[in-house]
Structure formats: structure tokens, C-alpha cells
């Protein structure tokens, strides 16, 4: 099966595949919306981590600077396995701005509570997005693709787990 390529990618970075470009099209799109959620969910877990205050101060600091570090890393791969495909990846915060579908939050104070809470609302909506682009990539017979979505689906759970469990003791530890 001959491969046509797609107009959009410079000769210099066409990778090559046996993927269908249709494949590599819906493959691109959507873990580059995963990656642009990614960097979304990095920035606002930082953000919380610099400004979050209160008697758990040191435990939340900890646990959202944990957590970033996991987010973050998961960026490289995501765009990473976009270009073994043969697509190409984000280029800018802008484009991060364009695609992403978690919402920033630029409050100039969120009660450590409602971070918590916000981020794990976040982290499910990422988790269920990643499914969803399991399924894309798994019709798609992108077999490494839904590989690599199966460890941070987990991951994400984990998250919000911690998340989950750390808002509670907030609010049973509150008078």
C-alpha cells in the first residue's frame, strides 16, 4: 500500500510509516490535544504548587510538585510518539492554547481545598480523554500508541486518587 503523504509536513520531517496518513492524521490530532491538556495541567498544578497556603502547606506542596513532574513528563513522550507516526506536534503556547480543553485558572487565590478538588476534576477529565484516544488509536491498529496511554490512564487515576483522598482530609480536618 503506497502511503500519500500530507502536503503539511515539511520533506525534512517526513517520517516514515506504514500507517495509513488517514491514521496518522486522527493519531496527530489527537494525542497532540492530549499533549496541549498535558502542558495545561503541568502549568496549573505548578501554579497551585507556587501558591498554595495553610496548615498543609508542606504536604500539598509536595504531592502537586510530585504530581507535576509525573504530568510533565508524560509531554515528551506524547509528542515523541506524534513524530514516529509521521505527524507533527505542537510548536508554541499558542498552539497548546488553540487545542487544550483543561481550563486554566487565573485566580489571585484558590483555598487549597478547591485546588485540590479543581485538579482532580482536571486529571478525570484527562483520563477519560485518554481513553477515548485509546479507542482512536487502537482502531487506528497503533498498537505502541494505546500502550503508552494504558501507563498514564494509570497514572492519571493515581493522581486523582491522591487528590480525592488529600481534598477529604482537608475537609474532615477543618472546623
Known amino acids: 500500500m503506497t502511503k500519500v503523504k500530507s502536503a503539511s509536513i515539511a520533506p525534512e520531517l517526513d ?3 506504514d500507517l495509513p496518513q488517514q491514521s496518522v492524521d486522527k493519531i496527530s490530532a489527537t494525542l497532540n490535544t492530549l499533549l496541549a491538556d498535558a502542558f495545561a495541567l503541568y502549568l496549573k498544578t505548578k501554579n497551585f504548587h507556587w501558591h498554595v497556603s495553610g496548615r498543609h502547606f508542606r504536604d500539598y506542596h ?3 510538585d510530585e504530581q507535576s513532574e ?3 513528563a508524560t509531554t515528551d513522550a506524547l509528542a515523541e510518539r506524534v513524530r514516529k507516526v509521521g505527524g507533527v ?3 508554541s503556547i499558542g498552539h497548546i492554547a488553540k ?5 486554566d485558572n487565573n485566580e489571585d487565590y484558590v483555598p487549597p481545598r478547591e485546588m485540590l478538588r479543581e485538579l482532580m476534576n482536571d486529571n478525570k477529565k484527562m483520563a477519560a480523554a485518554m481513553r477515548k484516544a485509546h479507542k482512536i488509536v487502537d482502531d487506528c491498529e497503533d498498537a505502541a500508541s494505546a500502550g503508552l496511554l494504558e501507563n498514564f490512564i494509570d497514572e492519571t487515576e493515581r493522581r486523582t486518587w491522591f487528590l480525592f483522598e488529600a481534598s477529604r482530609q482537608e475537609s474532615s480536618n477543618e472546623t
Not at 487545542?99 to 481550563?103: A, G, K, N, P, V
Request: aromatic share 6%.
Open 62 to 64: 509536595l504531592l502537586l
Open 15 to 17: 517520517t516514515p510509516t
Open 99 to 103: 487545542l487544550q480543553t483543561i481550563e
Open 89 to 91: 506536534t505542537l510548536r
Open 70 to 72: 509525573q504530568i510533565f
